[in-house]
């Protein structure tokens, strides 16, 4: 009977305390930003008679870096937690297409306020695969939200799935701005960016410490202009 005991590190006391300052800290940061967005957009509302005039796109600007902030905020304080060991593993027998479709469920309105189609294509039936739900949402939510995000208004995001071996592969593809191959293993660094971009740069560590964290793998094929897919695979129930 395999152990399936939650894989939590032991922390000294000490780490434990510093990591909480730092989820306070990030916590109390992201109240104030709330803030500082609300009024914001309620001061962009105001200005919408004269949406080119330079109050309204410095508003606008603020607005952009606030939300980026924001962004970046909340993936700091998961990679906090994943690299100070701060998390629990708990991989059960998971269906994954209910998984899926919740989750493009859960993107649908950013999709299609980018007027972005949104496509799942699955086989009648898939194999079980060994998983913990929270992270494989947080795996395709990542990998979703940069699909949309790295796609311009109109533009087609696909997700499929497909047992190959003794694996599950799944599949997020996009029609998308593409990335050169030079840049394919740098994106999975922390911090790295292809353009220097408005986000985190964290997405796509905390997406591979994830799918590692499952026993799987994560790859690509990507070029400029020609769109982006993203693969990665999860273990099958009976295979460990
Ligand atoms: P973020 O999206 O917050 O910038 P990520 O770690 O998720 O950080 O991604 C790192 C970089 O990889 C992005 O800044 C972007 O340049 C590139 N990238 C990720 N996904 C895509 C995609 N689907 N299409 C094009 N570029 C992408």
């Known amino acids: 009977m395999e152990n399936l005991e939650p894989k939590t590190n032991q922390i000294p006391e000490r780490d434990e305390r510093k990591i909480s300052f730092g989820d306070a800290t990030v916590h109390e940061l992201k109240t104030l930003l709330t803030a500082i967005i609300v009024s914001a957009e309620l001061l962009a509302e105001e200005l919408t008679s004269n949406e080119h005039s330079l ?4 508003t606008q600007n603020i607005i952009r870096n606030a939300r980026s902030l924001d962004e970046k905020l ?5 990679m906090t937690e994943l690299l100070a060991g701060d ?17 493009v469920a859960q993107l649908y309105p950013i999709a299609r306020s980018k007027k972005q189609s949104l496509v799942v294509e699955l086989p009648p ?11 494989l949402e947080q795996i395709l939510l990542n990998l ?22 003794e694996s599950l592969v799944i599949e997020v593809t996009d029609n998308g701005i593409g990335i050169p191959a030079d840049k394919h293993r740098l994106i999975f660094e922390p911090y790295y960016q292809v353009n220097g971009g408005k ?20 790859w690509l094929k990507s070029a400029p ?7 990665f695979s999860l273990p099958l129930v009976n295979h460990s």
Do not use: C, D, M, W
Request: charged share 20%; glycine share 12%.
């Open 74 to 78: 909340a993936h700091f304080s998961e």
């Open 225 to 231: 202009g020609q769109g982006s897919s993203f693969f």
């Open 55 to 58: 109050a309204a796109r410095l």
């Open 87 to 103: 998390f629990s593993f708990r991989p059960e027998p998971l269906e994954v297409a209910p998984v899926i479709r919740g989750v």
């Open 125 to 135: 039936s898939l194999p079980t695969v060994k998983a913990q739900r929270q992270y």
């Open 144 to 165: 979703l939200t940069n699909a949309s995000k790295f796609t311009p208004e109109g533009g087609k995001i696909t997700v499929r799935a497909a047992k190959e071996n």
């Open 199 to 218: 986000g985190s740069g964290l997405g796509l560590a905390i997406t591979k410490f994830l799918v590692e964290l499952h026993g799987g793998k994560i």
